[in-house]
């Protein structure tokens, strides 16, 4: 039987969450040497080297995949394209005349005051499928049961599944990295001068504690220094309390805005979040004076590189839209971030199955389908942590 090989299967961001961005035609062209390999080596008994020997036994591999991204899923809805957001911003105060009367003067009850009201729209919407075929009755030859059969058509529906929880994956991880990445830019444009220097919304942890100590840490070194991460923990901790509170400092638009603790977003990296488990809460009986609470973990931000390199899992590398077109943003060393629950997110969420049947050539079409609207809103508060 002769098989066709499908290849370039993955995009880019696949390649950079599953770690073969450097060795993926590589990878590839084994696979079809492998298949070639197996088809002329096929095993004989060992007594008359004439019968073929059978196989005994067919395991298929079906393992769901549930994602590891943060949980920035928003509402869904069923009719309509575009997402309205309506804000109003704080007024300011005037004299109150009530304890200014003058004899004689009039005082105008009449006046109308507009209040500053505004409104974005987003009505971008991201999609993609992943195409499967089924030809049950040309691999039945393959099998010796409908059980195999069966086993058989659910594998490739797991494989469906796997591939688009990874791309969704990926997109998800996208929108975070947008807002990271046009929050280092507002303060380091193009994320050039980081390394030395702390901002207002992107705080450089290592800087500060190495300007405080008269030290020269690397953020490799820094990571295992039980010192450096108590600074850290403390630092992410003032901050989500200074969040909290009303200011113009932490998001993109000057806006006046605060952001309750329950709806801050504390997204961590993992060799962070370990660490400070590891070095912290395993020395005290009081972990929950070191501990931060309420936070979710990535094992990366954009990729894992070739080997889990803490420069390229702490690393992001995009282009995002500025006001004079469009900027580049490179940046290591991000150990997290915190948002508001309204400064990113997706929505409207749609995955569905569809499928249909060719009668003539006898095999079953699935198209597994994904659309989601992936949003942005620098008006609201978002403060990134470094190590650079």
Request: proline residues 2%; contains cysteine.
């Given at each position: 039987m002769?098989?066709?090989?499908?290849?370039?299967?993955v995009?880019?961001?696949q390649?950079?969450?599953?770690g073969?961005?450097?060795?993926l035609?590589?990878?590839?062209?084994?696979?079809?040497?492998?298949?070639?390999?197996?088809?002329?080596?096929i095993g004989?008994?060992n007594?008359?080297?004439t019968?073929v020997?059978?196989?005994g036994?067919?395991q298929f591999?079906?393992?769901?995949?549930?994602?590891?991204?943060?949980?920035v899923y928003?509402?869904?809805?069923e009719?309509?394209?575009i997402?309205?957001?309506?804000?109003?911003?704080?007024p300011?105060a005037?004299?109150?005349e009530s304890?200014e009367?003058?004899?004689?003067?009039?005082y105008?009850?009449?006046?109308y005051y507009?209040?500053?009201?505004?409104a974005?729209?987003?009505?971008?919407l991201?999609?993609?499928?992943?195409p499967?075929?089924?030809?049950?009755?040309q691999?039945?030859?393959a099998?010796?049961s409908?059980?195999q059969m069966n086993?058989?058509a659910?594998?490739?529906?797991?494989?469906?599944?796997?591939?688009?929880?990874?791309?969704?994956?990926?997109?998800?991880?996208?929108?975070?990295?947008y807002?990271?990445?046009?929050?280092i830019n507002?303060?380091?444009?193009?994320?050039?001068?980081i390394t030395g220097?702390?901002?207002?919304?992107?705080?450089?942890?290592?800087?500060?504690?190495?300007?405080?100590?008269?030290?020269?840490?690397t953020f490799?070194?820094?990571i295992?220094?039980?010192?450096?991460?108590?600074f850290c923990?403390?630092?992410i901790?003032?901050?989500?309390?200074?969040?909290s509170?009303?200011?113009t400092?932490?998001n993109?638009?000057g806006?006046?805005?605060f952001?309750?603790?329950?709806l801050?977003?504390?997204?961590l990296?993992?060799?962070?979040?370990?660490a400070s488990?590891?070095?912290?809460?395993?020395?005290?009986?009081?972990?929950d004076?070191v501990?931060?609470?309420g936070?979710?973990t990535v094992?990366?931000?954009?990729?894992?590189?070739?080997?889990?390199?803490l420069?390229d899992?702490?690393k992001?590398?995009v282009?995002?839209?500025?006001?004079?077109g469009?900027?580049?943003?490179?940046?290591?060393g991000?150990?997290g971030?915190?948002?508001?629950?309204?400064?990113?997110?997706?929505?409207?969420?749609?995955?569905?199955v569809?499928?249909?049947y060719?009668?003539k050539?006898?095999?079953t079409?699935?198209?597994?389908k994904?659309?989601a609207?992936?949003?942005?809103?620098?008006?609201?508060?978002m403060?990134?942590?470094?190590?650079?």
């Open positions: 002769t098989v066709q090989q499908v290849y370039e299967l995009n880019s961001m390649q950079e969450v599953l073969e961005d450097s060795v035609n590589e990878n590839l062209s084994n696979i079809v040497d492998i298949g070639d390999t197996i088809i002329n080596k004989y008994e007594a008359a080297k019968l020997d059978h196989i036994k067919v591999v079906i393992r769901p995949y549930n994602g590891s991204v943060p949980s928003r509402d869904a809805w009719y309509g394209s997402m309205e957001k309506i804000q109003a911003d704080i300011d005037e004299e109150n304890w009367l003058e004899d004689r003067a009039s105008d009850e009449n006046i507009k209040p500053d009201i505004s974005k729209f987003y009505n971008g991201s999609t993609f499928e992943i499967q075929s089924l030809a049950d009755k691999v039945k030859s099998f010796s409908a059980t086993s058989y659910s594998m490739i529906m797991d494989a469906s599944q796997k591939g688009t929880a990874l791309k969704l994956d990926a997109l998800v991880r996208g929108t975070i990295n807002a990271i990445a046009s929050t507002a303060e380091f444009t193009g994320g050039s001068g220097h702390s901002g207002v919304r992107v705080i450089n942890l290592l800087h500060l504690y190495n300007q405080a100590n008269g030290t020269n840490y490799a070194q820094a295992l220094i039980p010192d450096w991460i108590r923990t403390y630092m901790s003032l901050y989500m309390g200074r969040m509170k009303m200011s400092l932490f993109l638009g806006k006046k805005r952001t309750p603790k329950d801050m977003h504390l997204v990296l993992d060799d962070f979040a370990e488990k590891i070095y912290l809460q395993s020395s005290t009986y009081h972990d004076l501990k931060l609470k936070f979710e094992p990366f931000f954009q990729g894992s590189g070739t080997g889990y390199a420069a899992i702490s992001i590398n282009t995002i839209k500025t006001a004079n469009t900027q580049a943003v490179e940046a290591s991000i150990l971030c915190i948002f508001d629950h309204d400064a990113l997110g997706v929505t409207n969420l749609n995955q569905r569809t499928s249909k060719n009668a050539a006898e095999f079409n699935t198209w597994y994904t659309d609207h992936f949003f942005n809103d620098g008006d609201e508060n403060i990134v942590f470094v190590a650079a």
